[in-house]
Structures are given as C-alpha cells and as structure tokens.
C-alpha cells in the first residue's frame, strides 16, 4: 500500500492546481476534496495534508464527513508544515474587512467611522492582530473580577434613560446565586424593569434566568464607545466605529471581523458509519465568536445538560460528533470566542494532547453526550429549550429502575485529554471549565496545567457514566468570579437522586440506597493531582463531590489551601490526601452512605465541618455506616480539635493528634513526612514522587504560602425565642442550597420554644421579619434582640429550596 502527500499554500497563483510540493493548493476546502478522491479510488495506507504556513480564513466550517475520513488501515493527518519557521498555520474566523475611508465622528473627534458590508454578524473585531473589546460599561479593566469590572442593576438603569437606541444592546451578568452567569439581549426600554430594558435571556444558565443585580455589564450600546479599544457595529447600515487614539495610523490599519463560531466540524452518520481516524497537529486555531448571542442561528441555541447547572450551545471551534480515533496533538487555540473544543454525542478513542488552550469565552473542552443515552432523563424546572419528552428533575419514581448503565450509545467514551495546557477560560461564559465530562465514560485527564477559570478547572456534570481518571494535573486560580464551588467539582444528580422525592436536605438515604448505582456504573479515581488556592483568594471547598456524586475514589492529592467536601452520596473512599489549611466538610449524610476517610494529612486546627446533618451530625454519620480512621490532624502553634462524639464512637482510634508530621521541605513543595512514628501509628504513604501539570505550561501553580486559620462566621451563636441561631457560611449555603450571607440559619428550634410556635423548623434561613430584610447576623442580631413574639406580624424564610412566608 502506498502512502501520499498533498501540500496547501496560502495564496496559490497557479491556475492548475494538484497539490503537489511545486503546486500546492490554495484552500483547505480542495485539500479535502483531494483526500476524499484518493480515499475512493485508491489504497494508500497514510495521507499527509501538510500545510504551509498563513492565515487561513474559514467563513464556513471545514467540515468532514464519513467520504473525508480515515479508516484503521489509512490515517489522515493535516499538520502544520512550517520548517520550524516563526510564521503559523492559522485556521480563523476572522475576515479581512474591506475598509475605504475612515472619518470622525461630528462632535466626538476620539470616535472615527467608516461602512462595510451589511448584515454581517460580527461579534468581534481584531486590529492589526489585536482584539479590541465591544463597547461596554464599565469599561473594561484587566483583571478586574467579575465580569472585568461591573456595575449594579441600579447604575445601568441611570445610564439607559440617556440611551437613544437600545435593541440590539447584550446585557451580561452573574446568575443571582453566582452560579455562573446570566446573558440577555436588549429588546426595547422597560420603565418597570430593574434595568430599564425590556429583555431576552439566552438561556445560558440550567438554574434560571435571574441575575444578580450588583454584577451586571451593559454592551453593544453607542454611546458607550468612550474607551480605547473599543468598538461598534451597526448591521443595519454597516456602520462600523472605533475609538481612536492618537498612534493610530487608519491607513495602515489591518481590519478583521470575527464572523464565524465554528472552524472544524468532524461529523459522522449517528445513526451509522462514523467518521474519524484524523489527526490535526501543528494548527493554531484563533477568532471564533461568542456563542452567547447565537440563539437564532440553526443548532446555536442553548440547551441543558443532563442534571447539571450548566446550558451550553454544544459546538465549538472544533466539533467532534459521532467519530472515532480522532487526534489533536501540538495545536494552539487562542482567543476563541465559545467552546475552544466540544466532543459531543457518540465519540471513542480521541485523543486532545501536548496542546496549548488559552483565552476562551467559554469551556476549554467540552465532553458531553446525548440525553438519550441515559434512562429517565431528568432536568431542573428552570431549564430552558426543553422539549415535552424531557422531565423536570423533581420527580417521585423510577420508572425504569431496573435498567443499569446506558440507554443508548450516543455518549463519548475513552477520550484522552492528556499534558495540555489550558489558561484563561469562560471570559464570557461563567458556568465554565478547562474540562467538564457529562454523560461518558472511561475519559482520562491525566498532566494538564489548568488555571484561571471562574468556575471549576475541572467538572463532572453527572454520575452517567463514571470509569474516569483524573490525575497529575496542575489546578490553581479557580472559582475567581462564583460562589459555592471548587477547583474540582462534581454533580451526581443520577436517578436516584429525587426517589422518592427531591429535596436538599440528604434524606431518604436507605431508600435511595438501592438504586444509588444505576447510573454511577464505575468509580472515577481522582489522584495524585496538585490543586492550590492561595490565602487571598475567596473560600473554596476544593475537591467539591456536591449533590448525590457517588462513587468516587480520592487518594494521593495535595491539596493546599483548600479541602475536600462530601455531601450527599454514596460509596466515596477518601485516602492518602494531604490537605493544608483545609477541612473535610461533610453535608447532608445519606443514611447508608457508606464513605470512607481514613488515613489522610490535615493541616488545620479545626479538621471536621458539618452542615445540614439532620438530628445532629454524629447520629447522621452513624446512619450513614461512616468509616473514619488512620488520619493525621496537626497544626503548628494550636492544638486540633475533634468533634466529642469521634472518640466515643470510635472514629480515628488509630489515628495520630497533635503530632508534627515533620515534611520534609515544604519550602519546595515537598511533603514527605519524615516522622516515622507517625506514619507506622496510621499507615500514612508518602505521596509518590510525580511531576504535576503539563510540560507545555507557560507558568507553574504558584508556590503556596500558609495562613492562619480564621474560623468560619457560623462561630457566632445568638439565643433567640428559645431558637439556635448562628451566621450564614458557605457550608450552610451548600447544605440549603441557597446563596448569600444576609440572614440567620436556625440550628437549632425546641418544640415548646416560641420560635418554633411562630413556625420555624431547624436549618430555615431567617431572611426578613416583619418586612425587615436581615444583614449579616452581627448587624441584624442588633435588630433581632429588641423583637419579641407579640410584636410579629411576619417572618420571611428559606426553607427546602422555597422562599416561604410565616405569619
């Protein structure tokens, strides 16, 4: 068998092309057409596409079919064929724009104008290889968080009533529990309206349209083109206008439009042959648009996933759908406007390797099968675009309970995503990741560097189907805009999880028990990874197993700065992890739930959080068969507190308190402990010696630095009417799923207390009384302590996820 070469050039004269070395092509569009001939007529057993150097345009997708593929006896590889040269194979979505004469606006001299072409759906526009940012306010401010810098619902109303024009304005914003973000488009003015604008939501949030009214960012709006850098566009009337600032040279100015949201679409036959055996290596893909405003382009609309808080529009700048054995290896993508790639529906034996990931408006990489691939597919009340055949998540029976593992084979399994190195994600979109998997299996994610994220690096959407590996990666610089999450995180809102009904609270365990699997079918192991948060970073939960995440395997992590949270679930084992300054919190135990923690290192002088553990945080672990034993609690200066139940009840009877564990050099990072008594006490292991992250990162975690440990606000404790009261932290939050700080959280509510007469049950969020809204329980207590029963008329409460009224 034969093996062929065909050669690409950007700017090809020759009126015949062959694609050979003297006569190259001049698109990749021909390239492709030539594969497709030779893969039909002939038996060759490697095609090279290669490609030169230059500034390949792809106003459409490049798309490759079954007829464009490779087979297992014939790979197709396109690589970038470059000599070493410093030029770059760049596939873009940007276009070159035909500018004639630029001119300056009457009476605003910064703001020069000039007309291209109309109707374009530019959302984004680059000058001379920079990209310039859409007009806006606030204006934009490197580094500012959240959102780079905002304003409050109240400072973007103000500034609407000066507005001439407002349709076609974007509204950007956090979801209203800082659960990621809100996106809307500006229809009109709305007088009545928070903001003053009568809108749309995009749907980009699977927990609801609301946003919060202290981070919200108005753009697209003429008369915030105030700044350097910024820009306009009027499709209309192909009106496009810059700020102008005095090194400008117009005449010499390079003018790109960002037109295009995909590059490579890689899309097999669903319901037959597949396409794949393809290998891209050496491309730098740059400039595709924000997925946020496409809903009215065909398949750009958001769509929930599967039980998770996520909507995502399920395309990127590279799309892989129904393939197999398809390789991206050396690549770069930079300033991509969505998803940089998204693997979507049936996919096997990918591999996402040794590339550089930067600079993305939403996820790194996307994993994500088919609803259809799982029995009983559920989603939240608030999920938008859902069809009729598609359940909200509260529901109160299993109807296919016996049925293990997947419905169908519309899901990625066995996908590689190995020494990446991802930076700077979901600029745009906040419910975002580096990685996140949703209905798959078998995925390995093993040497990636992954920081700068405003959410997760690294999310499990659901249990559906476990079997991953998730080790030696570098994590840092995560959770930098949200709330409520970590650097790792996970969902396992599987079947069982609303049986017999949904709530928040961990009941029902020893009836979810039985069906707690069906869908988890295999442990994910999470190890040996690195995951840093500095001191002056906000609070996070670390390795973050929120809402049902079942079976897991957690061991060999060094976690500095951050612990590890275990809330509802079943069958967790959590070992051999070193954990500075962080703590285990335990939620809402399921009875039956079987977790295991047992000779780990915690570096903290209060090592044990609970929050949620209805009747009392021993009787929950005891119902829930926990085992605890073997761990090391230390901290310098301080002596460890353990719950009082633990030595009565057994827990950690061979575990080692209060002695110093002697790391070796923690100075340079290095763990070992020396103190042999110690580590013969509890069986400890010392971490393997491993080389965390990617050797194609361009920084490092930063070297971490300890804190003095500050104890959480729930330390605050006020007697009021016979009830417990104490502050709102994050553990609360997590274990009410609520949000915010302002309140009271009832711990505690005895039955002839006047507390209780009024209506108040334990774990209630107080929020206001008597139409009083309450502040951060320090201040309010000031308030709450002058009010007795007679005088209340009303009492406003969070209680199982409903805001409800007491009167």
């Known amino acids: 068998m034969n093996a062929a070469i065909i050669y690409v050039a950007q700017g090809t004269k020759g009126e015949v092309c062959d694609g050979s070395r003297h006569n190259p092509y001049s698109t990749l569009q021909q390239a492709k057409k030539h594969v497709r001939r030779l893969r039909q007529t002939q038996e060759i057993c490697e095609i090279r596409v290669k490609i030169a150097a230059g500034n390949y345009f792809l106003e459409q ?13 014939c790979s197709v590889i396109y690589e970038g064929d470059t000599n070493g040269a410093r030029e770059q194979v760049i596939l873009t979505g940007a276009k070159k724009l035909d500018i004639n004469q630029w001119e300056p606006e009457v009476g605003r001299s910064h703001i020069w104008f000039t007309y291209i072409e109309k109707g374009l759906k530019l959302d984004g526009l680059v000058l001379n290889g920079k990209p310039q940012t859409l007009c806006r306010y606030p204006n934009f401010v490197e580094g500012a968080l959240p959102l780079g810098s905002a304003a409050t619902a109240e400072e973007i109303k103000a500034r609407v009533q000066q507005y001439e024009h407002v349709k076609g304005g974007y509204i950007r914003a956090l979801h209203h529990c800082r659960w990621g973000g809100n996106s809307y488009k500006i229809l009109g003015k709305d007088a009545e309206h928070p903001l003053g604008l009568s809108l749309e939501w995009v749907g980009d949030n699977n927990r609801g349209s609301a946003f919060d009214h202290e981070a919200v960012v108005i753009e697209n709006i003429y008369e915030e083109l105030d700044a350097p850098e910024e820009w306009y566009y009027n499709p209309k009337s192909g009106k496009l206008a810059i700020f102008k600032t005095p090194n400008m040279n117009l005449d010499q100015m390079v003018c790109e439009g960002i037109i295009n949201s995909e590059l490579i679409q890689i899309v097999g036959d669903k319901a037959g042959e597949k396409a794949g055996h393809l290998t891209f290596e050496g491309i730098h893909f740059m400039y595709t648009k924000r997925t946020l405003f496409t809903v009215d382009e065909p398949k750009k609309h958001y769509t929930p996933l599967l039980r998770g808080d996520w909507c995502v529009v399920r395309t990127g700048a590279v799309l892989i759908q129904d393939a197999e054995e398809v390789t991206l290896r050396n690549c770069h993508f930079d300033q991509i406007g969505g ?92 419910q975002s990741s580096g990685v996140n998997l949703s209905v798959c299996s078998r995925c390995k994610i093993l040497n990636n560097t992954i920081h700068n994220s405003p959410r997760a690096c690294i999310n499990v959407n659901d249990g559906t189907f476990g079997g991953h590996e998730i080790a030696y990666n570098d994590i840092f610089d995560a959770q930098k805009e949200t709330t409520d999450h970590g650097p790792f995180n996970s969902w396992g809102r599987d079947r069982f999880w609303s049986v017999p009904c949904y709530n928040a609270s961990g009941l029902y365990g020893d009836q979810i028990r039985p069906y707690a699997l069906l869908d988890a079918i295999e442990p994910v192991k999470l190890h040996d990874n690195r995951f840093h948060h500095g001191a002056d970073q906000p609070h996070t939960w670390g390795i973050d197993l929120d809402d049902g995440s079942s079976h897991y395997e957690i061991y060999n992590n060094l976690c500095l700065g951050l612990g590890i949270k275990l809330r509802e679930g079943f069958d967790r084992k959590v070992y051999n992890n070193i954990l500075m300054d962080g703590s285990f919190n335990i939620h809402c135990t399921y009875a039956e739930a079987s977790d295991q923690i047992f000779r780990n290192v915690v570096i903290c002088d209060e090592p044990w959080k609970f929050a949620g553990q209805q009747g009392g945080d021993n009787a929950r672990l005891k119902v829930g068969k926990y085992k605890i034993d073997g ?121 002839a207390s006047q507390a209780y007469a009024l209506g108040l049950h334990e774990q209630d969020l107080l929020r206001e009384v008597n139409g009083e809204k309450l502040q951060q329980l320090e201040e309010s207590w000031k308030v709450l302590e002058k009010i007795d029963a007679t005088s209340i008329k009303q009492l406003k409460v969070w209680r199982q996820t409903q805001n409800l009224i007491l009167k």
């Open 61 to 73: 997708p490049l798309a490759f079919e079954v007829e464009d593929s490779g087979s297992p006896l």
């Open 631 to 751: 761990n090391i609690y230390y901290t310098e200066g301080a002596q460890v507190s353990l719950p009082d139940f633990f030595e009565a009840e057994g827990y950690d009877i061979h575990g080692s308190m209060n002695q110093d564990p002697q790391f070796e050099n923690p100075l340079e990072e290095n763990y070992t402990i020396t103190n042999v008594e110690v580590i013969t006490e509890t069986g400890f292991c010392n971490l393997p010696k491993v080389v965390y992250g990617s050797t194609k990162a361009k920084v490092k975690g930063p070297h971490y630095v300890g804190r003095t440990y500050r104890p959480s606000g729930a330390s605050l404790v006020y007697k009021w009417l016979g009830a417990t009261l104490t502050a709102i932290d994050e553990g609360i939050i997590s274990s009410t799923a609520s949000s915010g700080y302002k309140g009271a959280y009832i711990k505690e509510v005895p039955l």
């Open 339 to 430: 998803n940089a790639i998204f693997i979507n529906g049936y996919n096997k034996g990918h591999k996402i390797e040794d590339n550089i990931i930067e600079n993305v408006g939403a996820s790194c990489i996307q994993v994500a099968g088919l609803p259809e691939a799982v029995y009983e597919p559920s989603f939240w009340k608030e999920s938008p675009n859902l069809s009729e055949t598609e359940h909200a998540v509260h529901k109160t029976f299993i109807e296919e309970k016996h049925c293990t593992g997947p419905k169908s084979m519309h899901y990625p399994r066995e996908i590689y995503i190995m020494n990446n190195y991802m930076c700077n994600m979901g600029i745009f979109e906040k």
